[in-house]
């Protein structure tokens, strides 16, 4: 079972990273902030990303609060937004305001791997990671925090439900999370780049 796994992943990692490669993501392309560390992971004999975002601030609308799918994008910035940009693209129903911080989905060639990687994303803050089992005997590792935020900024009808001091007050916040997100990144980074994870596959199987 592990030989066929192996094989397996092998199989997907050549398939996954050739040509027509693209990250899994919304966007279908890496964010720049992100592309040395996702280019050092795809380097690696027991990894692949997935899909990946270096963490995002959104605004959007939507018919019903209830409604899942196909919400209206009137904002999107892998940037901390300006006071002024929140209140100029602040229209629709049901309106959210979201953050969201750096995720990153790898494929792990076994459970040793995943929980190697797992340990360094746990450690450089991003305690809401975990490994997600596959029927086929593989492991994909998520990696993100919980700086997540959430905030409706209107209601059914459209009605404005904030104050000019309460935008105010959120686009700090957001800013503050913006540079967490940043230093939770850099030191995630600087763990797998600097922990030798194998970088070529016999020095696994020696080591291993």
């Not at 919304?26 to 964010?31: A, E, L, Q």
């Not at 019903?64 to 940009?85: D, G, I, M, R, Y």
């Not at 913006?178 to 797998?192: G, I, P, S, T």
Request: hydrophobic share 40%; aromatic share 6%; net charge positive.
């Amino acid at each position: 079972a592990a030989a066929a796994a192996a094989a397996q992943f092998e199989s997907l990692k050549r398939r996954k990273l050739g040509a027509s490669w693209v990250d899994l993501s919304n966007k279908g392309s890496v964010d720049a902030a992100v592309v040395g560390l996702v280019s050092h992971i795809n380097s690696l004999p027991q990894y692949f990303t997935l899909s990946s975002c270096s963490g995002r601030v959104t605004l959007s609308s939507k018919h019903s609060a209830a409604q899942k799918q196909h919400l209206q994008s009137h904002f999107s910035a892998h940037a901390p937004p300006s006071e002024e940009e929140l209140r100029h693209n602040l229209k629709g129903s049901n309106s959210v305001l979201k953050f969201e911080p750096f995720v990153l989905h790898v494929q792990c060639r076994d459970l040793h791997a995943a929980k190697k990687m797992l340990t360094h994303a746990i450690d450089s803050g991003h305690r809401n990671s975990g490994i997600v089992p596959a029927k086929s005997g593989l492991f994909v590792l998520a990696v993100r925090s919980t700086l997540t935020l959430e905030v409706p900024l209107t209601d059914e009808s459209g009605n404005i439900l904030v104050s000019d001091l309460f935008l105010q007050h959120v686009t700090g916040v957001i800013r503050q999370k913006f540079q967490q997100n940043d230093r939770y990144l850099a030191r995630f980074e600087k763990n797998v780049v600097e922990d030798n994870l194998c970088e070529v596959v016999t020095e696994c199987e020696k080591t291993g």
